[in-house]
Structure formats: structure tokens, C-alpha cells
């Protein structure tokens, strides 16, 4: 069996890996079970009221290259990739989690039923922001990204096939010719942050939901008609947010005054445009409510399109 610790070293190295004399899997050379050092808690203690800890002896990949390579049931937990390009990888069942990508570059790769919970996948100086990692050509099947961290970076061309995406805050990445499969539960795109001005808006163009389940996912600010919705009719897409609301609400004269605070919080809430789902809404509204709803949709959805 190879020694972790010789795999390790020519990683964080930019070793020639084929000298090693690595088994192969799919055309890849076969890095299996590998795993980097575990941190230790250097000390615990609490900031503006918040828990902290401090750790020492997290694992960092600096400058490193990779193609090629076949990535099994391998653990990066806690290590940070910093000014990496990783390209024509596969990696399965491996751990990801708290890791962190500053600067990379990842295209033409694959992260199959691998964990990347509270993983960031932004990684960046908000006092100072440039550079944001690069994401191309990923395949992000079956994995785990609850509580992952985002910021500006750009994702092109990738897939994420029915993973775990729950209370996730893509803040202003910038989505461009991507899918979703699967359900997307507390999800947030935003169109920019102000501290991230000078980097493109996200416009979520041509990107693919037709066979996504949201679930309060909420888009702010951002034109959904550069992207594919679901086509069904359970899902009512207002353009101006709290303003079709607003308007709605205007006719309802005989909607109970505790619905009608929860309707408008949901307009509130969910930002412009606000996508709903008339399943939620069906203990609250009747069907010709909801009919109502959906035409006041349709039409402001169609007059910004003339516009």
C-alpha cells in the first residue's frame, strides 16, 4: 500500500505523480483514501458574543496543478486551496468539508456523493476582493452543500444534480449556462453586493431549473426570463416583488386581515422577483385568489419583456 504521507507531499508539491506508481481508474491515476492532517484546537473564546475557535495545523495546497488525477473516499477536511487550477479530476465520496479555495481555478471535473458542508467556495478579502475563484465544466453530483460559503465567484457550464443545497447564500457568485436538478430549500441568488460592485452582476443567464423543486428560494433582483424556470403551473414568478403584492392585496377586500400580513411579509421577504409556489398558498387563498395572483404575474412578466 502507498504511503499517505509520500501521495501528500508530492500533492502539495507539484510532484510528478506517475512516479509514484499510482494504480489507474478511468484514464486517471488512482489517489485513494488519502488524508490530510488533522487540525487541533489551539484555543476557544468568544468574540462580539459569537463562539470562536482557533486552530492550528490546517493542511495548504499553494500554487498547486492537478490534472488527471482519480480522487476515491479521500479527506481534505479543513485544508485550503490557495491559487490552485484543477482540472480533468474525478472525485468520489471524498470530504470537503470547512476546506476553504482562494484564487483557484477548477475546470472539466467531477465531485461525485462528496461532503462539502460549510465548505467556502468564495473565498476571498472582502476589504480588498479580487480574483474570485473560477468554476468551469463542474459536476456536482449527489454532494452535500448545506451551509457552503459563496461571494462573487463564477460558476460556467455546471451541474448541480440533485445535491444537498438547504440554507445556502450564493451572495453575488455569478451563474452563467448552468443546471439544477433536484430540490433547492432556502436558497439565495442575489444580483450583486455592494462591496463587489466592480465584479459582473449575476444574471443567472441561461442557466436551467426546468427540473428543479424550489422551496423559499429566493432571487433578488435579478431578470428571470435570462434563465429556465420550471414549466408548471404551481409556480408564480412576480416581477416586481412586493409591488405585485401590494397590488393583489388591493382587491382582496374580504382576505383575512392575518393572511393578508403574511402575504405581504412573503413579498417583503423574498425580494424582487419573488418566485411562490401555489401549494404553500392553497390553506391561505382560494383558487381564484390564486388565479388572480398568476394573472397580475403574467402580465407585468410580459410588459417587461416589451420593455
Known sequence: MLDNAKILDAL??????????????????????LSVP???????????????????????????????????????QDAGFFDCSIHNCFFEKCNFRDTGFWNSSLSDATFKGSNFRDCA????????????????SIVFDHCDLRGSAHSCETYTNCIFDCCELK???????????????GKLDQVIFQASRPNLRKFPPNELRDCDFREAQFDFTEFTNIDL???????EPNLIVL???????????????????????FIRNIGETMGTPTVVIRSDLKSALSDAQLDLLA???????SEAKVD
Open 225 to 231: 426570463d435570462k434563465c429556465y424556470l420550471p414549466a
Open 12 to 33: 502539495l508539491n507539484n510532484g510528478e505523480m506517475s512516479r509514484l506508481e499510482l494504480p489507474n481508474a478511468a484514464g486517471r491515476l488512482l489517489v485513494s483514501k
Open 121 to 136: 467556495f468564495g473565498g476571498i478579502d472582502h476589504l480588498d476582493p479580487k480574483n474570485p475563484n473560477q468554476y468551469s
Open 38 to 76: 488533522k487540525v487541533s484546537v489551539e484555543s476557544r473564546f468568544t468574540l462580539s458574543g459569537i463562539d470562536m475557535v482557533k486552530t492550528t495545523g490546517s493542511t495548504h495546497f499553494s500554487k498547486v496543478t492537478r490534472n488527471g488525477l482519480y480522487f476515491d473516499r479521500c479527506n481534505f
Open 167 to 181: 440554507k445556502v447564500e450564493f451572495y453575488a457568485a455569478v451563474f452563467q449556462g448552468c443546471t439544477f436538478r
Open 239 to 261: 416581477p416586481r416583488g412586493r409591488k405585485d403584492w401590494d397590488e393583489w392585496a388591493g382587491t382582496m377586500a374580504d382576505l383575512q386581515p392575518n393572511y393578508l400580513r
Open 295 to 301: 394573472e397580475i404575474a403574467h402580465r407585468h412578466r
